[in-house]
């Protein structure tokens, strides 16, 4: 973990390696509470890659995404989250075993809606998440590491590439 500045601007700095580490410990802790998921849900867009890694980690095959916007910007939020397509098809979800996995349970209001609206589709659904902030609405079955600090992640520490502009969105 890492500190930027003078400490007022702390930051939690998770490293591509540190990162590899972190979904192979959150596979570690889905497979010691027993419950083994049929799908793995991942959050668009900081849940993808946590999502692959621990989809991979965990040895399924069946892996879904779905597309939620809800912060547009550092602490600026849409007045709700909402979903965007393209759309998982959740028609199928009855029965399965869901896990939901996405980057940080900050306000826990993006992982809220998803859980809710698999389980309204007849899954049961755990939540894993590789940082919890104490404010979460949420509190996810599998978490990482709790935190206060805003997280900077390999994935999204650099910006867009120059010239992506608008395609990025």
């Given at each position: 973990m890492g500190r930027g500045g003078?400490?007022?601007d702390a930051r939690e700095i998770l490293t591509w390696d540190l990162f590899g580490r972190a979904a192979r410990e959150l596979?570690?802790?889905v497979v010691a509470s027993g419950w083994l998921p049929d799908v793995v849900v991942a959050v668009a867009r900081g849940g993808l890659v946590p999502g692959g890694a621990v989809a991979?980690?965990?040895g399924s095959k069946g892996v879904g995404t779905l597309n939620v916007e809800f912060y547009t910007d550092i602490g600026q939020t849409l007045a709700d989250?909402?979903?965007l397509p393209p759309f998982m098809d959740t028609g199928d979800m009855g029965g399965q075993r869901a896990l939901v996995v996405d980057d940080v349970?900050?306000?826990g209001r993006t992982l809220d809606?998803?859980?809710?609206m698999l389980t309204g589709h007849g899954a049961e659904v755990r939540s894993a998440v590789l940082y919890t902030k104490p404010r979460s609405i949420v509190r996810?079955?599998?978490?990482w590491r709790d935190t206060d600090r805003w997280i900077t992640f390999p994935w999204s520490a650099?910006?867009?590439v120059e010239g992506a502009g608008d395609a990025v969105g």
């Open positions: 003078d400490g007022k596979a570690e802790q991979y980690a965990l989250p909402r979903v349970a900050d306000s809606l998803v859980l809710k996810p079955d599998y978490s650099e910006p867009p």
